[in-house]
């Protein structure tokens, strides 16, 4: 048995202040011999008699070497030209957001329960909330939720508070897979009954199926620009959902910047992915989920809410509020089990928004689209590739050839393009489908290198 | 809002700071052709422009944000002594890390041979978890504690389900934390909820009789909410076993026995770990987090999907061929980016790190109840580990409440100890120091608690309208409830 004495100098830790003299003076005042002493509740039947078999400790130096060993065997956007989307996005991120969340005091801070000293977590949340509000059209929006899926979730379980008797649910197939497989998942066991409705072949939601499919339903959720990049008309999604909650998920949030706000026709809830403002891909996580609402509903929102008021001197100030929704008081009948969120990305994306404001935010958008149409007109003219779906798009385009997406996907990986998504990660009989999505990061020269090696891998295979 | 409550903000919200005409960004070139827009997307789908939305240069946000920084406390600027939120020591390396490039920019729907590196860390921080938790599975899913709780939750109701007969209820001490019966229900449960004994505790005779046939699990804090240890744990597991019901740990508070003792050995069938807890990872205000969680051998079936795997050859792949697993908890592949940081924590710790951090954790919370027993009313006096639960009994007398103690905390630098909670304690201080304390910022911590002891006698006024010194003093919150403002309105 090698377990180390904790006095001992070789068992200090560069994270663990407290050593050796330390330590005995502090078993005085306590009156015990040894630390061991203090973990007599723990029955020593279930104590470990040695260490852990894991690696470490590591010196930085180490950590460094293996970590960046890793990293370096993945193949990114960081040394390719990418062309992913379908839910996660490469948009510029400007260099005072990273800065700026490094700060200690937003980094290291906790939840603001104690808001006299966390006036700066809450005031940035509140206007947070009110970025969301602008883009959206709606009227109240909470501090975030953990990402896109589980915030359709989260709006999911609301639209069937609201409403009695019923407990049926529409949702678009051209919602992103992962947010409808993630549904499913949480509705399991709370017998609430999932219709999904196609789309036709323009790649909008199939309005006949839709009409037909709210009978008896509580809500309907659809996605505009939805998974296959196609802009949905929500005038016609609303003549078709009469009378039931209409929640719009949006999942690329930049388009929030040039397209009409689900609040201007009608939607009760727009709920969505926030990670294209200025986050990262980082191989899924973290994103930040963000909900807004009807005035109305916000007593049924979950998770955190932020609110102004004044202290007794009669300065303004922000709080957490209407926290009698929240899991901490309300216990098994909260609006929602959400405790930790995701602050710090929130506060990521709400100095992004900032900073792009007003203009910026129609010119990323602006430029998405107009590349997007570049790239668009160009693989028009490739000889046997296909843009199937005619219906206006974002920045995402669904493109066809007659080969294997995973064929075509390898002819543009070899030059150093990663070229998009097969569909068929997701549909059946869509084998040569993929996904391409453009950003204001694409240069007109990635977008004509695109067409080209594109165009030879088509005549080649 | 009134000129006045504006001319007396701490900093302007950055919509007050708008001037039409400012920016803050600059895009590059467009290059294409300026193709009219409405050839591109007909103008009935696109709005006129974003109403009342902020024009500030970069220079008013950088100024903006930093000033909002500075009416926030932190962990890197003292003790946070937050019971049950282990708010530790921050390492940057770990910041570092989760940067670079390679794993930073890499794309969640990647093809598995251009990610080896990232999947090969998941699988890496699943072995490390493994044996951390002493269970032979881990999913890296869930992003936060409740996440967990829901996850571990549906599993257990998948696997009864299984069995033929989900059952009705999950059990749950009335010490937990609010997120497990509200992860219970949305996993479609009802509760029941334990008493616990003089200690602290459940006593095996509560939990026997609370035992049917309709019980799914018993969901339990270990340690619990007072830091006691349930000594009686594994007859309680088998208890539980004997009516095939699982045993759900919310493990908030591994911190106090991490590589100490392991929850698998305990019989313990599900466990959440919040990796922004025992693994170091930021809070950054209130997240992100991560609660990946880990199973016996007879819930691996029911894990979410995807799950990562090791061939053969040594490749990585996800695996999502489970057809009894309870689906998938969220888009992509977790809080990836966190993971990153727990796992480079793991490495620095090592297995002596690792067990050091529960053995200063503890010493460093009894050594605050040793010198603070004097002077606070002590509601459980079993032995407790990591945190300390102290009442406000000694000075309602001088109606002087918990509320104004943590309060009053401020004005000598500390953020305030968890109040009011675990529920079981009227008026509860519950302190958690953490590893991360010297013994110089403990006894400062313990003088001012003592001070105020002292002042709650002599001089209550002064702690009962504390805070005197932070950016702002006791807030309105009945009026931001009663009449909510909860957006900037021009």
């Not at chain 1, 993945?74 to 948009?91: E, I, M, W």
């Not at chain 1, 309907?220 to 009378?243: C, K, R, W």
């Not at chain 1, 690329?252 to 294209?276: K, M, N, R």
């Not at chain 2, 003088?447 to 709650?456: L, R, T, V």
């Amino acid at each position: 048995m090698t377990l180390p004495d904790p006095t001992s100098p070789a068992s200090s830790h560069r994270y663990i202040p407290n050593a050796g003299e330390d330590i005995r003076e502090m078993l005085d005042v306590i009156g015990v011999d040894s630390i061991d002493r203090l973990f007599e509740t723990i029955p020593d039947a279930v104590k470990l008699r040695e260490l852990l078999d894991i690696p470490g400790p590591w010196s930085e130096v180490e950590s460094r070497r293996w970590f960046r060993g890793l990293a370096a065997r993945n193949k990114t956007g960081a040394d390719h030209v990418s062309f992913l989307g379908a839910g996660a996005y490469a948009h510029y991120q400007p260099a005072c957001i990273d800065q700026l969340l490094l700060r200690s005091e937003f980094l290291t801070a906790y939840t603001p329960y104690q808001p006299e000293v966390s006036q700066g977590t809450l005031q940035s949340i509140f206007e947070y909330q009110t970025h969301q509000c602008l883009l959206t059209g709606l009227d109240v929006a909470n501090a975030s939720l953990y990402d896109g899926s589980t915030a359709l979730c989260e709006a999911v379980l609301l639209a069937e508070r609201l409403v009695k008797g019923k407990h049926k649910i529409v949702l678009a197939q051209s919602i992103h897979p992962h947010y409808r497989e993630t549904v499913r998942t949480y509705l399991q066991n709370l017998g609430i009954e999932i219709v999904e409705v196609g789309w036709g072949e323009d790649g909008r939601i199939d309005q006949g199926a839709l009409r037909a499919a709210t009978d008896g339903a509580f809500g309907v959720a659809v996605q505009s620009p939805n998974f296959l990049g196609v802009v949905e008309d929500y005038e016609a999604i609303v003549q078709a959902t009469e009378g039931i909650t209409r929640i719009a998920v949006i999942a690329e949030a930049t388009s929030l910047g040039i397209l009409t706000p689900p609040g201007q026709h009608g939607f009760d809830i727009c709920v969505g992915e926030g990670q294209a403002w200025g986050i990262p891909p980082q191989f899924g996580g973290p994103y930040v989920g963000f909900m807004v609402v009807r005035e109305a509903l916000k007593r049924h929102m979950p998770g955190r809410l932020v609110g102004e008021t004044v202290d007794v001197d009669g300065k303004r100030a922000y709080v957490l509020t209407l926290a009698t929704r929240e899991q901490h008081i309300r216990r098994g009948k909260a609006t929602s089990n959400i405790c930790t969120n995701e602050a710090l990305i929130a506060l990521a994306a709400n100095i992004y928004l900032s900073l792009m404001g007003k203009e910026g935010l129609r010119d990323v958008a602006t430029q998405c689209l107009r590349k997007t149409a570049y790239l668009r007109g160009k693989l028009r003219e490739i000889g046997g590739v296909e843009l199937p779906l005619a219906g206006p798009v974002y920045n995402e385009l669904l493109v066809r050839t007659p080969f294997p997406a995973g064929t075509i996907l390898a002819a543009l990986e070899e030059q150093k393009i990663l070229g998009g998504i097969p569909l068929s990660m997701f549909f059946d009989g869509h084998p040569n489908d993929f996904l391409v999505a453009v950003t204001e990061l694409h240069t007109k020269e990635n977008l004509d290198q695109y067409a080209a090696v594109l165009s030879a891998a088509v005549s080649r295979s | 809002m009134t000129e006045h409550t504006k001319t007396t903000a701490l900093e302007p919200l950055i919509f007050e700071r708008s001037k039409p005409g400012r920016r803050g960004y600059q895009l590059p070139d467009l290059e294409v052709p300026e193709q009219d827009l409405d050839e591109i997307l007909p103008a009935a789908l696109r709005r006129s422009e974003i109403a009342d939305e902020v024009e500030v240069s970069e220079v008013d946000v950088i100024r903006h944000f930093t000033r909002l920084s500075k009416l926030n406390v932190s962990i890197d600027a003292g003790l946070y002594p937050l019971g049950s939120c282990t708010m530790k020591h921050n390492p940057r390396i770990n910041e570092e890390i989760a940067r670079t490039p390679g794993f930073a920019q890499s794309h969640p729907l990647q093809a598995e041979h251009q990610v080896q590196g990232n999947l090969e860390l998941l699988w890496t921080l699943e072995q490390t978890l493994k044996e951390i938790f002493g269970l032979p599975r881990v999913t890296l899913q869930p992003v936060a504690g409740a996440h967990g709780e829901l996850t571990g939750i549906l599993m257990v109701h998948k696997a009864l389900s299984k069995s033929g007969n989900a059952r009705k209820y999950i059990l749950i001490p009335d010490s937990a934390h609010g997120t497990n019966p509200a992860s219970a229900a949305f996993a479609g449960y009802e509760i029941k909820e334990l008493k616990s004994n003089s200690r602290g505790t459940v006593d095996l005779s509560t939990l026997e009789a609370a035992v049917t046939e309709d019980v799914a699990a018993l969901m339990i804090t270990v340690p619990n909410t007072l830091g006691v240890f349930e000594s009686e744990i594994k007859a309680m597991a088998d208890i539980l076993h004997a009516k095939g019901a699982y045993l759900y740990c919310d493990g908030a508070n591994l911190n106090s026995f991490v590589g100490i003792a392991r929850p698998g050995d305990m019989g313990i069938d599900v466990i959440h770990s919040n990796l922004h807890k025992t693994f170091s990872t930021p809070h950054g205000g209130g997240g992100p987090g991560a609660g990946p969680v880990g199973v016996s051998e007879s819930l691996i079936p029911y894990l979410p999907t995807p799950t990562v795997e090791r061939r053969e050859d040594g490749t990585f792949y996800l695996d999502d061929s489970h057809p009894d697993s309870i689906g998938r908890m969220r888009a992509f592949n977790g809080n990836f980016n966190v993971l990153v940081r727990a796992l480079t924590y793991m490495r620095s710790m090592g297995p002596t790190g690792l067990r050091r951090i529960a053995q200063l954790a503890v010493l460093n919370a009894n050594y605050i109840r040793a010198r603070l027993k004097k002077h606070y009313h002590l509601p459980y006096d079993a032995p407790s580990l990591h945190e300390v639960v102290f009442s406000d009994k000694l000075q309602t007398p001088h109606d002087v409440h918990t509320l104004d103690i943590a309060k009053r905390l401020m004005d000598f630098g500390f953020h305030p100890p968890t109040i009011y909670f675990p529920l079981i304690v009227s008026g509860a201080l519950m302190i958690e120091p953490t590893e991360s304390e010297p013994k110089e910022e403990l006894d400062a911590f313990c003088d001012a608690m003592i001070a105020i002891a002292h002042e709650s006698q002599e001089r209550p006024e002064l702690v009962r309208s504390a805070p005197h010194t932070t950016p702002v003093r006791r807030l309105d919150e009945a009026r931001a409830a009663r009449q909510p403002v909860l957006r900037w309105k021009p």
